[in-house]
């Protein structure tokens, strides 16, 4: 199949359990739960996104023949600082959007695997997940069913009106994280995630911490 890419990026993970990890990030073109554009967003599902996931414009952006060709691509930004296997490092790709399981496939998770990837994504958690994922992150949003209920991570933004944490607590996640939303009331919001977390242990707090070090 042909997938559409909005950009890939060689950054550190900034969120989440593997925060501080280098991955190469690539980013799928288009969302279930808002088009992408500002026009739309009053009337999305999704209203508080912070990303820009139309076209494949970015950088390495691109449509993608094949599996081979995308895993190909995405394993040209792993750096190599020498020869020794050890400091290469576990490769790592993040597959996110957008929504990357409207895209992503097995033919595509065995390529990269092809690759000597380890496979994390960032999901909406509205479509089931293939088989493979090594570190899947869950976000549900108030509005979308939520049809994915296991994975490793389940990530909040948090204060969402309609999504009261206590509710997801007895999903099948190894962690669980609040993430303060980004927007006009991120300094009320991350305090408001914090005396969560202190006051319910089982939720850790997720800095969005490429945004505190200005980072892709
Ligand atoms: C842009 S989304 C793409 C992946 C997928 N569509 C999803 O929503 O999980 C990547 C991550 O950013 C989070 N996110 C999006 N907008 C945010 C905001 N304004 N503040 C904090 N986190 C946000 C999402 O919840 C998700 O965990
Ligand atoms: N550095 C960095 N870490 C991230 N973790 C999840 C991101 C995303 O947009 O899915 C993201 C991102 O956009 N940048
Ligand atoms: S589901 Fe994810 S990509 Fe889609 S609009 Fe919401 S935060 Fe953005
Ligand atoms: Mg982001």
């Not at 280098?22 to 739960?33: E, H």
């Not at 950088?59 to 081979?68: H, I, L, P, R, W």
């Not at 190894?174 to 305090?191: E, I, K, R, S, V």
Request: net charge negative; with cysteine.
């Amino acid at each position: 199949m042909t997938y559409s890419v909005k950009e890939i990026f060689l950054t550190l993970q900034g969120e989440g359990g593997q925060a501080g990890r280098a991955a190469v990030f690539c980013r799928f073109t288009g969302c279930n739960l808002w088009s992408g554009r500002e026009e739309d967003r009053a009337k999305a599902i999704c209203q508080f996104c912070d990303t820009d996931f139309i076209g494949t414009d970015g950088v390495n952006g691109g449509k993608f023949e094949n599996a081979a060709e995308l895993a190909a691509t995405i394993a040209s930004f792993w750096p190599h600082p020498t020869q020794d296997a050890k400091a290469t490092g576990q490769k790592l790709v993040v597959f996110t959007g957008g929504e990357p399981l409207l895209q992503l496939d097995t033919t595509l998770i065995d390529a990269m695997h092809a690759q000597g990837f380890s496979i994390a994504v960032e999901s909406n958690g509205t479509v089931t997940a293939p088989a493979g994922i090594d570190w899947l992150c869950i976000s549900p949003k108030a509005g979308a069913e939520l049809v994915q209920k296991s994975g490793t991570e389940l990530k909040l933004v948090f204060p969402q009106p309609d999504i009261d944490p206590a509710a997801l607590e007895n999903l099948d996640f190894q962690h669980f994280w609040l993430q303060p939303m980004d927007g006009p009331q991120q300094a009320a919001n991350t305090q408001a995630a914090i005396e969560y977390c202190l006051t319910h242990p089982l939720w850790g707090l997720s800095l969005q911490t490429h945004k505190l070090i200005g980072i892709p």
